[in-house]
């Protein structure tokens, strides 16, 4: 049997775009007769505190071992290499840790990492290339998400005031801008549901909740917290719009899945976006408050109706 060791930064359960790409994909390669075995290693990732070479020694000799490169540069330097001179490792390559982090030196051990492995794969165009540069020309795969097909009879038909937002409260995200620029167009009829994690930066996600109240919204804002599949589903039925404001965005499920289900998306560059051309996309610069609250405003007082020409994307089964 074909067999593959996934080492995940932790509980491989979470809930974020990196995490839900490798538990889809390894449930897609078992579909296909693939065995995979999900290591998880003990963080705080992307800098543990200790060492992981009694959990990398449950993987066998001569495996193929694909790496989360969240957690790839946090093991030191012998760990990596004794892992790479006993199995064939690639790292899958979500994001960038300088881009979502801004501290120096982050792009230096990210590539020295890299080159310890046999090779790496990034999940959006954007990455791979951004990486390509830095390694001086050495080029990676792009295997970017599948997105779950859906009945064409399922699509929604929505209240265009209905606006969603489907990302963890952390600084990145930066729902602040989006909160702004509503603050600006509070004439219109509308209604946000913002759909993400509290806990992963409490204090930006109170800072959050304060901001909504402080610009008068708490009537048409809601958090909903971090919903399940059923629930973050339902979410999505109940919108006509998804607005993504990410200050970076390697590539970004939440965009490919709200317009497989019919949504429109007013967004900042993402990777999901970049080869993509549809009257249901509308890009701003992150931090452009006057373009993205411009951008809404144009699609709330539109009349045309995009529901039913959402695009195909690849599932995830051929993407495995």
Not at 91 to 105: A, F, K, Q, R, T
Not at 242 to 262: C, K, P, Q, S
Request: charged share 20%.
């Amino acid at each position: 049997m074909n067999r593959i060791h996934w080492l995940s930064p932790g509980d491989p359960t979470q809930r974020t775009g990196g995490y839900l790409y490798n538990a889809r994909m390894a449930s897609a390669l078992r579909e296909q007769g693939v065995d995979v075995i999900v290591h998880a290693l003990k963080g705080p990732w992307p800098w543990p505190q200790s060492s992981h070479q009694a959990q990398l020694q449950a993987v066998p000799n001569d495996a193929v071992v694909i790496a989360d490169g969240l957690m790839w540069p946090g093991l030191n330097s012998s760990e990596r290499a004794a892992l790479c001179d006993r199995c064939q490792v690639w790292v899958v390559m979500h994001s960038l840790m300088d881009m979502e982090d801004g501290s120096p030196g982050l792009a230096d051990a990210e590539v020295s990492a890299l080159r310890q492995a046999n090779g790496w794969f990034a999940t959006s165009e954007r990455t791979a290339r951004i990486l390509s540069g830095r390694l001086d020309g050495v080029t990676g795969s792009v295997v970017i998400p599948g997105t779950a097909p859906l009945v064409r009879e399922d699509l929604p038909v929505s209240k265009r005031g209905k606006l969603l937002n489907v990302a963890h409260l952390i600084p990145r995200k930066n729902q602040k801008v989006l909160l702004q620029a509503l603050a600006t167009i509070r004439d219109l009829d509308w209604q946000l549901d913002i759909v993400g994690s509290q806990e992963r930066d409490p204090d930006y996600a109170s800072n959050v909740e304060s901001y909504i109240s402080q610009l008068g919204l708490y009537d048409r804002v809601q958090l909903r917290g971090e919903l399940d599949e059923v629930a973050l589903e339902q979410a999505y039925s109940q919108a006509s719009c998804l607005i993504h404001t990410a200050d970076f965005e390697a590539y970004g499920m939440v965009l490919t899945e709200a317009l497989a289900r019919g949504l429109s998306v007013i967004s900042t560059p993402a990777g999901a976006l970049d080869a993509l051309d549809s009257p249901r996309i509308t890009q701003v610069e992150h931090g452009d408050v006057e373009g993205l609250a411009q951008g809404i405003r144009s699609y709330l007082q539109s009349s045309e109706d995009q529901a039913a020409s959402a695009p195909n994307f690849p599932t995830w089964t051929e993407q495995a």
